[in-house]
T-cell receptor, first 113, second 112 residues
Framework: DVKVTQSSRYLVKRTGEKVFLECVQD?????MFWYRQDPGLGLRLIYFSYDVKMKEKGDIPEGYSVSREKKERFSLILESASTNQTSMYLC????????????FGPGTRLTVL | GNSVTQMEGPVTLSEEAFLTINCTYTATGYPSLFWYVQYPGEGLQLLLKATKADDKGSNKGFEATYRKETTSFHLEKGSVQVSDSAVYFC???????????FGKGTLLTVNP
C-alpha cells in the first residue's frame, strides 16, 4: 500500500514564525502536491513538484514556498506565518502516467495565533 | 478555467436510504472525473473514477456515470450505512495535466 506521511497532525505557531510542514511518500512517486483545505472552499493547490528540485505554483502560492531535495520528501514552508494561514494542509503523491491517482496523507491542522 | 460544482451540504440520511450527491463540471477539454472520500480525521481516498464519456465508476456500492451531454458525474448509493458518514469531494483532471480541480465537498451524515 502507498503510504504518505506528514510530520505532524496538529501544529500551533505564532504570527511571524517560520513553519515547516514535511511530507514523505514511500512509493517512489515522481509527483507530489501540497493543498490547503478550508470549510466551504474545498481543496486548493498551493504548489506541486514533478521531480526532484522541480516545482510549479498552484492556485494559491502566495505566502508559501516549497523544497524537494529528495524524491520521497516534499516540504511546505511558511516564511512568516500569518493568521490567515490557519488551515488543514494536505500532501499528496502520484506516480507517472496520466491515469494514476493521487494518494493523500492524513493532513496537518495548523493554527497560527 | 476548469471548475467543479457539487451540491451544498450537509446531507443527513437514515441508514439504508438512497444517496445522490450532484456534481457538475466545466472544462475546456475532455477531463477525467473522480470522487474522493474523507473520513473523519483522515486524508482523502479515491472512491471511484471515470476517464471518458459514458464510463461508470463504482466502488463499495457507490456509482457515478460520466455524462458528457450534461457535464455531470453524480454520486449514488442505493443503501447507505452509518460507516459512509464522511465528506465527499468531486474532482476533475484535464488530459495529462497533473492538477486536480476539486469541488467544495459535501458532508454526509448517516444516522442509525
Amino acid at each position: 500500500d502507498v503510504k504518505v506521511t506528514q510530520s505532524s497532525r496538529y501544529l500551533v505557531k505564532r504570527t511571524g514564525e517560520k513553519v515547516f510542514l514535511e511530507c514523505v511518500q514511500d512509493m517512489d512517486h515522481e509527483n507530489m502536491f501540497w493543498y490547503r483545505q478550508d470549510p466551504g472552499l474545498g481543496l486548493r493547490l498551493i504548489y506541486f513538484s514533478y521531480d526532484v528540485k522541480m516545482k510549479e505554483k498552484g492556485d494559491i502560492p502566495e505566502g508559501y514556498s516549497v523544497s524537494r531535495e529528495k524524491k520521497e520528501r516534499f516540504s511546505l514552508i511558511l516564511e512568516s506565518a500569518s493568521t490567515n494561514q490557519t488551515s488543514m494542509y494536505l500532501c499528496a503523491s502520484k506516480g507517472g502516467g496520466t491515469y494514476n491517482e493521487q494518494f493523500f496523507g492524513p493532513g496537518t491542522r495548523l493554527t497560527v495565533l | 478555467g476548469n471548475s467543479v460544482t457539487q451540491m451544498e451540504g450537509p446531507v443527513t440520511l437514515s441508514e439504508e436510504a438512497f444517496l445522490t450527491i450532484n456534481c457538475t463540471y466545466t472544462a475546456t477539454g475532455y477531463p477525467s472525473l473522480f470522487w474522493y472520500v474523507q473520513y473523519p480525521g483522515e486524508g482523502l481516498q479515491l472512491l471511484l473514477k471515470a476517464t471518458k464519456a459514458d464510463d461508470k465508476g463504482s466502488n463499495k456500492g457507490f456509482e457515478a456515470t460520466y455524462r458528457k451531454e450534461t457535464t455531470s458525474f453524480h454520486l449514488e448509493k442505493g443503501s447507505v450505512q452509518v460507516s459512509d458518514s464522511a465528506v465527499y469531494f468531486c474532482a476533475l483532471r484535464e488530459g495529462s495535466n497533473y492538477k486536480l480541480t476539486f469541488g467544495k465537498g459535501t458532508l454526509l451524515t448517516v444516522n442509525p
